[in-house]
């Protein structure tokens, strides 16, 4: 997924398709080593150990708990890293445990354990269901472009660029060298292919021979690169919400636009069906309402709930999370209302927020021993700058900034034929990784027809981030490892929306037993 290319310090940008500028990654990351390299026995012998999770209003049998990772695995004797770990205990027969990847990239999977871990408790039948901060995530050594007292401020359609380019650049280059201040050690090494690497050491501190696994959206992309790095480690595994492994970022942003439209269309002929609807009841003059509403916030925002101006983008921001859920359109509907209505900005705010509060901000992360942080010292902007910062180490197109410069015109028209809406928004992803060190060509390269157990891939046909020909076209990279079941319903991913996709992962991850290849699963009706 793309992140919008921004440094406002808005707390709206810490979601998915927010943004701050990125940082300087060093590459050099090949294929992974495993517990017989003695170099590496150390972090492979380790034993996890458990206790109470900290903070208030927990789930009393959550239990947290870390695991130490070198932060160079060519050079084990650097540094290392500590990555923070969640999990839910086995209640029966016990057989190992299960990985969870929420996806992002850059989002911490604590959090959302904490919240949604309840989604998964009949794996606990079997399994001890765990989950993960990545690293340069959440408590594990996050990364950070600052507090935003150093404003740098970036394009969001391209117009600056035009303009301007070297003034553009120039700020780009500006945004890599603060985010670099504030982002600590582990930042050349930050990126999926450590982070599989990583997955492989917590799956030996786990006690586990095969690694079990279920990712979602990002995390699909770190279960096929583990698949590659450690085919003898597979057990069974789950990629939900397929993302692509060979599109460049460009091509990633149109399709993320192209289905973000779709989504945005489908919930527009939801809501004119409700006399509350706030852009009446005329399916395609409502259509034509959402773009105006958006330029007209850009030519005169309104006051937002954090004291800044609330523009068109950053409502766009916001529809854009919005969107990944069918269950949220009630919710997105009463939440435009209130913005069309009375300029009242706090409820489309939550949906780019999360609902989170504002926590503390440290001034830089400078941690050299590689130790977790504490939840309230995770920087604001972790996320997004974890998000760029991954991307970019995972991505090995480096253009120049005249080929950016003399493809921009096209690209706009691309974006926006895409969608009116998303399209604009999106558009500076193409300057996410420009003057930034090439990444790894291992992801493009080398994962493919991985020597592995059946690994079951879901695609969701109406996935506003990560449309269905990527599964199709994931699996056949993969080759015959991959099993694909198609999900006939929308929203992002199918293991929470869809009760025979939830029946059919469970029952391959607790039993074995796969869905042959190219079934389906239909479309469920149990929205409001």
Not at 54 to 67: A, F, I, N
Not at 99 to 115: A, C, S, T
Not at 216 to 236: E, H, I, M
Not at 417 to 429: D, E, H, I, N, T
Request: with cysteine.
């Amino acid at each position: 997924m793309l992140a919008k290319l921004s440094t406002r310090p808005m707390l709206r940008r810490c979601t998915v398709t927010g943004a701050v500028g990125l940082a300087l990654l060093a590459t050099g990351l090949s294929a992974g080593t495993d517990d017989s390299d003695p170099d590496l026995a150390r972090f492979y012998g380790q034993k996890v150990t458990w206790s109470k999770c900290p903070g208030e209003g927990l789930p009393k049998d959550l239990q947290c708990g870390k695991v130490t990772v070198p932060l160079d695995y060519a050079r084990p004797q650097k540094g290392t890293l500590d990555l923070a770990l969640a999990r839910y205990r086995a209640t029966g027969d016990k057989r190992g445990s299960v990985l969870l990847n929420f996806g992002g990239p850059g989002g911490p999977g604590i959090p959302e354990f904490m919240g949604g871990g309840k989604e998964f408790m009949e794996l606990t039948d079997n399994y001890d269901v765990v989950t993960f901060d990545p690293r340069g995530v959440g408590r594990s050594s996050p990364v950070s472009c600052g507090d935003g007292k150093e404003e740098i401020v970036l394009p969001e359609d391209g117009t600056d660029l035009s303009r301007d380019p070297q003034a553009v650049l120039g700020q780009l280059t500006k945004a890599a060298a603060t985010c670099t201040r504030h982002s600590g050690p582990v930042l050349p090494y930050i990126g999926t292919v450590n982070a599989s690497r990583d997955m492989d050491v917590m799956r030996a501190s786990l006690g586990d021979d095969k690694l079990n696994y279920l990712g979602f959206s990002y995390g699909t992309r770190l279960g096929a690169v583990y698949a590659a790095q450690f085919p003898d480690k597979v057990g069974r595994l789950v990629l939900d919400g397929v993302d692509t492994l060979t599109e460049p970022l460009t091509e990633q942003g149109v399709a993320g636009a192209q289905g973000q439209q779709k989504a945005l269309d489908e919930f527009i002929n939801w809501c004119v069906k409700d006399i509350a609807c706030p852009f009446g009841q005329d399916a395609r003059e409502a259509r034509k309402q959402v773009p105006r509403l958006v330029e007209s916030l850009d030519a005169d925002p309104v006051p937002s709930a954090f004291g800044e101006p609330f523009t068109g983008q950053d409502l766009v921001g916001a529809l854009g999370q919005a969107l990944y859920s069918e269950e949220l359109w009630p919710s997105l509907e009463r939440a435009l209302a209130a913005l069309v209505e009375d300029g009242d900005t706090h409820a489309i705010e939550s949906f780019a927020t999360g609902g989170a509060a504002v926590p503390p901000r440290r001034e830089e992360t400078d941690d050299p021993d590689g130790g977790l942080v504490d939840e309230e010292d995770v920087p604001l902007d972790n996320m997004p700058a974890a998000l760029m910062a991954i991307n970019c180490a995972d991505d090995p197109d480096r253009p120049t900034g005249r080929q950016i410069v003399d493809n921009l015109d096209r690209l706009r028209a691309e974006y926006y034929r895409a969608s009116p809406v998303f399209g604009p928004y999106r558009l500076s992803g193409v300057l996410m990784c420009y003057g930034r060190p090439k990444g790894t060509d291992f992801i493009r390269d080398d994962v493919k027809d991985v020597d592995t157990p059946k690994m079951l891939l879901v695609g969701t046909r109406g996935d506003p981030a990560t449309p269905y020909r990527w599964t199709v076209e994931t699996a056949r990279r993969l080759g015959p490892s991959a099993v694909v079941l198609d999900n006939k319903g929308g929203g992002h991913t199918g293991y929470a929306s869809s009760k025979c996709v939830h029946a059919k992962v469970d029952s391959f991850l607790l039993y074995g037993t796969l869905p042959a290849d190219g079934s389906s699963c239909g479309v469920e009706e149990d929205r409001d």
